[in-house]
């Protein structure tokens, strides 16, 4: 049994943009891909004559896995989907955002639950409790 969730499109993986947005938004839609970012200047090989690169995979298992076993790697992001999202641009200032972005998260993000119909409004709820992010970890 896997860790965490497995990819949107198993065909699409390794064709969408390298750079996109990074972190943030609170909630997650899709994972489209599991990436394991390599830095020439740690003992990666360096093939794009010294720029950094990354690989994609269909799942986490193999993406740590490549991750550990190669010299340069990071632990693995994933690229998720946000279809709509919560931005905070300042400390307790949340805003509802209603448009698609592509972003790369910590991995450990995604064990917090997808989002579903009632996520964000229940977060914006005037009944929320006072710790609104366990409405987003799944603890209310």
């Keep these: ?9 198993k065909d699409l993986v390794g064709s969408y943009p390298a ?16 990436r394991v970012w390599c830095h020439p200047l740690d003992g990666a090989p360096d093939i794009y004559e010294g720029d950094d690169y990354y690989y994609a995979f269909n799942n986490y298992e193999d993406a740590i896995e490549f991750s550990r076993e190669n010299a340069g790697s990071e632990e693995p992001l994933a690229l998720i989907l946000q279809k709509e999202y919560i931005d905070e641009p300042e400390p307790g200032n949340y805003i509802h955002v209603k448009e698609h972005r592509i972003t790369e998260w910590p991995v450990e993000f995604l064990s917090r639950p997808k989002r579903n119909p009632n996520t964000i409004p229940d977060f914006f709820s005037p009944s929320a409790p006072d710790n609104r992010l366990q409405i987003l970890r799944g603890l209310t």
């Excluded at 896997?2 to 949107?8: A, S």
């Excluded at 750079?19 to 599991?34: A, I, M, N, R």
Aim: aromatic share 20%; charged share 25%.
């Design 19 to 34: 750079f996109g947005k990074s972190g943030g938004g609170y909630v997650w839609d899709e994972v489209l891909e599991y």
């Design 1 to 9: 049994m896997t860790k965490y969730p497995g990819v949107k499109n």
